[in-house]
């Protein structure tokens, strides 16, 4: 079956076909996207014309501190599966773990998509700053192809339209920047704050708050973003404000205990935890693969999305831990 939308970029709905991908899987993620931005179904067809159009922009995706756990995210997505369908139409041109090129066919690839410009940055994982090594150089806890992280992605932001942080690790330094810190990792809207940054955190984030951020750039420019600059589309209401178990908040029904029969009748998961009150994220409407999430899954939200993720700081500047909720 052919596709109805553009060839698009070097022939991207052809090897959609190739992989057997039909028109009306790719409409229905094309759905799926536009729903979860907002912006309803009819939107699809703006979505399938912005991700398979000649004018779509080069991604180029860094590594820097981190565990490769956010492209994993986005590598067990199902339905589709992402070869299938993500590397073909966001265009990415360089990501050090998915690549077939290797040395310096890959350095190649990535700074001359740099030169050309007209790019879009995802980068994922903090970014060392300390200074160290025999030559006392900024950075060099963390170096790929002989440059360290702090410099390639300072020249690659620097040049990009627009940079998206993907997780928390890249949006607020996350658990390597978690004390005492001896890399001295700052998260990226810490370290280019005057730049286009658009942060999409969480540990990982959901594939489509990152979808959805591109499709957004490309078909509107940057999306409406909060006072921590995340996609108001994906970040604008907390967890707790979707939560199946929100009744039994209000009804003051906590579970006791992970194992209690409480616990398995959907009583509120607050006292073991669970910090979806001030937490800002979509899980509980987009959910992983589109079938569960931690909550569903019996497990209180730890707060994955917030600035303050793994020292115990929320984005206040006030201390907490996350079982002293006896408060509540």
């Given at each position: ?227 921590l600059r995340r996609p108001v589309a994906f970040y ?65 939200c730890i707060g994955c999305s917030q600035p303050g ?20």
């Open positions: 079956m052919k596709f109805s939308v553009g060839h698009g970029k070097d022939g991207a709905v052809e090897r959609l076909e190739k992989r057997g991908v039909s028109r009306r899987d790719f409409m229905k993620f094309c759905g799926t996207v536009a729903a979860v931005m907002g912006m309803g179904p009819a939107f699809a067809p703006k979505v399938a014309e912005a991700l398979t159009s000649d004018n779509r922009p080069d991604v180029v995706w860094l590594h820097n501190a981190e565990c490769t756990g956010c492209s994993e995210s986005i590598l067990r997505t199902v339905e589709p599966y992402i070869d299938a369908l993500i590397l073909d139409y966001i265009s990415l041109n360089y990501h050090e773990t998915l690549m077939a090129a290797a040395g310096h066919a890959a350095e190649k690839a990535l700074w001359d998509t740099v030169a050309a410009g007209k790019y879009v940055a995802v980068i994922e994982g903090g970014v060392p700053t300390a200074v160290a090594g025999i030559a006392n150089e900024p950075g060099a806890h963390g170096k790929v192809g002989g440059h360290t992280m702090l410099e390639t992605t300072t020249k690659v932001v620097n040049k990009a339209m627009a940079t998206i942080t993907y997780g928390t690790c890249a949006s607020y330094g996350g658990v390597q920047k978690a004390a005492p810190n001896p890399t001295a990792t700052k998260g990226i809207d810490e370290l280019y704050p005057d730049k286009a940054i658009i942060n999409v955190p969480g540990c990982p984030p959901n594939p489509f708050s990152l979808v959805g951020t591109i499709v957004h750039f490309v078909t509107k420019g940057i999306p409406e973003l909060d006072n604008g209401e907390t967890v707790h404000d979707n939560c199946p178990r929100q009744e039994t908040f209000n009804m003051d029904q906590f579970a006791p205990s992970f194992g209690s029969k409480e616990a398995r009748e959907g009583w509120c998961l607050r006292k073991l935890g669970c910090r979806g009150v001030e937490t800002f994220n979509n899980c509980p409407t987009v959910k992983f693969n589109q079938y569960n999430w931690p909550v569903q899954a019996g497990h209180p993720f793994w020292d115990g700081e929320d984005w206040d500047g006030e201390t907490y831990m996350y079982a002293d909720l006896t408060d509540f």
